[in-house]
């Protein structure tokens, strides 16, 4: 788990972390600091595809988190994959696509 909530992380720490984590190839659970659409898409887009967004107090909440992880028509993420980490900056084909399924959505009912 990478905490950005309660610890000193950053969008460009997290991505250091997240380039560590691939070279030995264990995968990453991020928690980003808040429950907000700009900042779960830039944590997607720098390659983390399991996310736990903290302070999350209603479905509602709940699910505009899971709508900022995915792309549409299932979310609203922007389709940037191809000037993201987490597309290979273009170099995987049908990452848009098979991007959805791969994504994992936690929230911390508070």
Not at 73 to 92: C, K, M, N, T, Y
Not at 94 to 101: R, V
């Amino acid at each position: 788990l990478i905490d950005c909530e309660h610890a000193a992380n950053s969008l460009p720490s997290l991505q250091s972390q997240l380039q560590a984590l691939a070279a030995v190839g264990c995968p990453a659970l991020a928690r980003v600091p808040v429950n907000q659409a700009w900042v779960i898409k830039q944590a997607m887009d720098a390659g983390v595809q399991s996310l736990l967004i903290p302070m999350v107090h209603t479905a509602a909440g709940a699910a505009r988190a899971a709508a900022a992880m995915r792309y549409p028509p299932e979310g609203i993420r922007g389709l940037g994959a191809s000037v993201s980490r987490a597309g290979a900056w273009g170099a995987f084909d049908g990452y848009a696509i098979s991007a959805n399924a791969q994504a994992l959505c936690l929230v911390q009912a508070e």
